[in-house]
């Protein structure tokens, strides 16, 4: 298997801007660039550094968005993990071939990254994230 590592971690919060006070403020957490809406995707983002990873707080915007169904069936906390793989292509069709639930079968793309989900059913329970930097 191709050398994985930690991207970032994803917690999902009613309020960004409540969230970004503790983080940021009282944890003293850098920002990692700017705060984003994902207009398709119906959140908005921040990310945060952590060492050589990140922390991504998730904030629904739209109510029929999976987070925003998240947030309403479980409440605020952890959300997903994301592992950075060097070939997006060739780890989904390993999980494939080994019979893995796919949320994603075909990548999609957003920042300079191919991204897929994992079902959490096939993940041990956890919402897995995979990404690929282009």
Not at 3 to 19: G, P, Q, R, W
Not at 99 to 122: C, K, M, Q, T, W
Request: net charge negative; with cysteine.
């Amino acid at each position: 298997m191709p050398e994985i590592s930690l991207n970032h971690l994803a917690v999902v919060v009613d309020n960004l801007d409540d969230a970004l006070a503790f983080w940021c403020g009282a944890l003293g957490l850098p920002r990692a660039g700017a705060r984003q809406s994902i207009t398709g995707e119906g959140v908005d983002v921040a990310f945060l550094n952590l060492g050589d990873s990140h922390l991504e707080l998730i904030q629904p915007t739209a109510e029929d968005s999976g987070v925003a169904r998240y947030l309403a069936k479980r409440g605020p906390g952890l959300h997903h993990f994301c592992l950075e793989v060097p070939d997006l292509d060739r780890v989904l069709q390993a999980l494939r071939d080994s019979g893995v639930e796919l949320i994603n079968e075909v990548p999609r793309e957003r920042d300079g990254r191919r991204y897929a989900f994992v079902h959490p059913g096939s993940a041990c329970g956890v919402l897995l994230e995979l990404y690929e930097r282009i």
